[in-house]
């Protein structure tokens, strides 16, 4: 499963923090390994831009088997509230790489930005599983933009990743030609989301069944740290609820 979070719902993974470790990996990759540091924040380990707000969503993939995560990407809404009707919003294409876009920039409530897809370091050698876990994310994109009745997205990739999402059948509408900025070739494209295009990826990658997971309701968090404290004694059964809770906050 695909672990879909943001600020309003991080609190649903306890006991893991998955906007954190999204940060973390981002860290790991895109600052510790690429030596990105134009338009970032790097602190504590983590990695975020003007683009991590409220409103962006998070698509995180775990391995069930230790916990640790495996791949991330960044989803953000082209346009807010503070958009004026009729103009383009302000996202990472359009305030950093406008230049690269030929024809007219989507923008709109029913258009999102992609960004920052990364998977973990210790899957570059293992091809299988690494792209097992990158089809799970690219399914991940198209239920969500479907969950939110979205018409596309729009990002900046190298080609690469852009066959990445070609190969399971997505096509991609280039807006520019391929550009060269700092050594490393991109391209900005949009992804259109219709249900045609859905049957057609979930049939070549073979994930038929929902990938997104949305967390546990409070609730169901509040009686897991009441059972966790079952057996001790009630100053006890306090101090580790609010332990518990401490953490996940």
Same mark, same amino acid.
């Given at each position: 499963m695909i672990e879909c979070v943001g600020v309003g719902n991080c609190v649903n993974f306890f006991p893991h923090n998955p906007l954190?470790?999204?940060?973390?990996?981002?860290?790991?990759?895109?600052?510790?390994?690429?030596?990105?540091?134009?338009?970032?924040?790097?602190?504590?380990?983590?990695?975020?831009?003007?683009?991590d707000k409220p409103g962006t969503r998070y698509l995180v993939s775990r391995c069930e088997h230790d916990g640790r995560?495996?791949?991330?990407?960044?989803?953000f809404p082209t346009v807010d509230e503070l958009t004026e009707p009729g103009t383009i919003g302000q996202f990472m294409i359009s305030e950093s790489f406008r230049s690269l876009v030929t024809t007219e920039?989507?923008?709109?409530?029913?258009i999102y930005e992609a960004s920052r897809l990364v998977v973990h370091p210790r899957l570059r050698d293992d091809r299988d599983r690494r792209r097992a876990?990158?089809?799970?994310?690219?399914?991940?994109?198209?239920?969500?933009?479907?969950?939110? *009745?979205?018409?596309? =997205?729009?990002? /900046?990739m190298n080609p690469h990743y852009w066959k990445v999402f070609e190969r399971p059948g997505w096509e991609v509408d280039y807006?520019?030609?391929?550009?060269d900025i700092g050594g490393e070739v991109v391209r900005v494209g949009r992804l259109w989301v219709n249900e045609e295009i859905?049957?057609?990826?979930?049939?070549?990658?073979?994930?038929?069944?929902p990938v997104l997971d949305f967390g546990r309701t409070p609730d169901a968090i509040e009686q897991e740290i009441e059972? *966790?404290?079952?057996? =001790?004694?009630? /100053?006890?059964?306090?101090?580790?609820?609010?332990n518990e809770v401490r953490k996940v906050a």
């Open positions: 954190r470790e999204q940060f973390e990996l981002r860290y790991q990759v895109c600052v510790a390994e690429l030596g990105w540091k134009q338009g970032l924040t790097a602190h504590e380990n983590t990695e975020a831009d003007n683009f995560i495996l791949g991330v990407t960044r989803l920039l989507p923008s709109g409530p029913k876990v990158v089809n799970e994310l690219i399914v991940g994109y198209m239920e969500y933009a479907l969950y939110k *009745r979205l018409d596309a =997205y729009v990002a /900046l807006l520019g030609p391929e550009t859905n049957r057609t990826i979930r049939e070549s990658t073979g994930l038929l069944d059972q *966790r404290a079952l057996g =001790y004694s009630p /100053l006890l059964r306090q101090k580790i609820r609010e």
